[in-house]
């Protein structure tokens, strides 16, 4: 081919790239459901770009009216959902983001979770940018009415650039992340007020005057399965104290050592997470 052919080719070529990538953008916007009797999962897609460094996706659960499922701590009861992205492809990383979860008092007692639909955000690193990245999902997780059953869902999605027709949910359930801050800027200090085999402990915190405040307490490793604080005074002066006993921690840990806590604060329809040092 002449020289003067190749400026048409290369915009030929260009063009039909171009094509590609907006089909298989539009064809992306989610993976089929993988369905049981009581619910199911996907994988939907977020708006992006085909040289985003890190690509929006999420992992969406529905259940049957009256049924629930599990944040990644479940509190008394119940199962944290696992996600598996073994098998994908061009993935360096997936990472789950957890919505601040609703608190369900029954008579099994205190749970953490979600009724009826969620969305969990995924942050996903291609291994090599500008490249399509097809995410493959193994999530084991279980879902509650008043007994608790196991399911299990695939599902299957090629990330690409474009608009989403689920941006709007996805972003929802991003917003519903809570954030990062420190203590200070929480307000927060915890500290032992018993001694014993299962100290108590008490947390003070910042409450926004008229908001409902609930706050959750995590280990340094899944293994532990602390309570969740109960509220030890009504919130008055912009503050808020709960308490918890240092119960649940594995075996062979000495209640006295000082350790690393993660505490979600939700106020409303804002949620911050803390890590702090109980001394």
Same mark, same amino acid.
């Given at each position: 081919?002449?020289?003067?052919?190749? %400026?048409?080719?290369?915009?030929?070529? +260009?063009?039909?790239?171009?094509? /590609?990538?907006?089909?298989?953008?539009?064809?992306?916007?989610?993976?089929?459901?993988?369905?049981?009797?009581?619910?199911?999962?996907?994988?939907?897609?977020? =708006?992006?770009?085909?040289?985003?460094?890190?690509?929006?996706?999420?992992?969406?659960?529905?259940?049957? %009216?009256?049924?629930?499922?599990?944040?990644?701590?479940?509190?008394?009861?119940? !199962?944290?959902?696992?996600?598996?992205?073994?098998?994908?492809?061009?993935?360096?990383?997936?990472?789950?983001?957890?919505?601040? &979860?609703? @608190?369900?008092?029954?008579?099994?007692?205190?749970?953490?979770?979600?009724?009826?639909?969620?969305?969990?955000?995924?942050?996903?690193? %291609?291994?090599?940018?500008?490249?399509?990245?097809?995410?493959?999902?193994? /999530?084991?997780?279980?879902?509650?009415?008043?007994?608790?059953?196991? +399911?299990? $869902?695939?599902?299957?999605?090629?990330?690409?650039?474009?608009?989403? !027709?689920?941006?709007?949910?996805?972003?929802?359930?991003?917003?519903? #992340?809570?954030?990062?801050?420190?203590?200070?800027?929480?307000?927060?200090?915890?500290?032992?007020?018993?001694?014993?085999? *299962?100290?108590?402990?008490?947390?003070?915190?910042?409450?926004?005057? $008229?908001? &409902?405040?609930?706050?959750? !307490?995590?280990? &340094?490793?899944? *293994?532990?399965?602390?309570?969740?604080?109960? &509220?030890? *005074?009504?919130?008055?002066?912009?503050?808020?104290?709960? =308490?918890?006993? @240092?119960? $649940?921690? %594995?075996? $062979? !840990?000495?209640?006295? =050592?000082?350790?690393?806590?993660?505490?979600?604060?939700?106020?409303?329809?804002?949620?911050?997470? #803390?890590?702090?040092?109980?001394?």
């Amino acid at each position: 081919m002449s020289d003067m052919h190749r %400026p048409l080719r290369t915009m030929l070529a +260009a063009c039909v790239i171009a094509a /590609i990538w907006a089909t298989v953008g539009h064809a992306a916007d989610e993976s089929p459901w993988s369905e049981d009797i009581r619910s199911a999962a996907r994988i939907v897609a977020g =708006s992006g770009k085909s040289n985003d460094a890190q690509l929006r996706a999420g992992v969406e659960i529905k259940m049957q %009216p009256g049924w629930k499922t599990y944040w990644r701590y479940p509190g008394d009861s119940g !199962v944290p959902p696992s996600f598996d992205f073994s098998g994908s492809e061009n993935l360096k990383a997936a990472t789950v983001l957890y919505p601040s &979860p609703h @608190l369900f008092t029954d008579e099994t007692g205190q749970t953490l979770g979600y009724k009826e639909r969620v969305i969990f955000p995924l942050s996903v690193s %291609p291994q090599q940018a500008g490249k399509l990245v097809r995410l493959r999902l193994k /999530i084991d997780y279980a879902v509650c009415e008043k007994l608790c059953v196991p +399911a299990e $869902g695939r599902a299957e999605l090629t990330l690409a650039p474009g608009n989403s !027709v689920h941006n709007a949910d996805l972003s929802a359930a991003e917003a519903r #992340v809570p954030k990062l801050v420190t203590a200070a800027q929480a307000g927060l200090t915890a500290r032992r007020v018993t001694t014993g085999a *299962k100290p108590q402990v008490a947390v003070d915190l910042a409450a926004p005057p $008229g908001q &409902p405040i609930e706050l959750f !307490v995590e280990g &340094p490793t899944p *293994k532990w399965a602390l309570p969740i604080p109960k &509220p030890a *005074k009504p919130a008055s002066n912009g503050q808020a104290q709960f =308490s918890f006993d @240092l119960d $649940g921690m %594995p075996p $062979g !840990v000495d209640a006295k =050592s000082p350790v690393d806590l993660t505490f979600t604060v939700v106020t409303g329809d804002r949620a911050v997470e #803390v890590k702090s040092r109980l001394d």
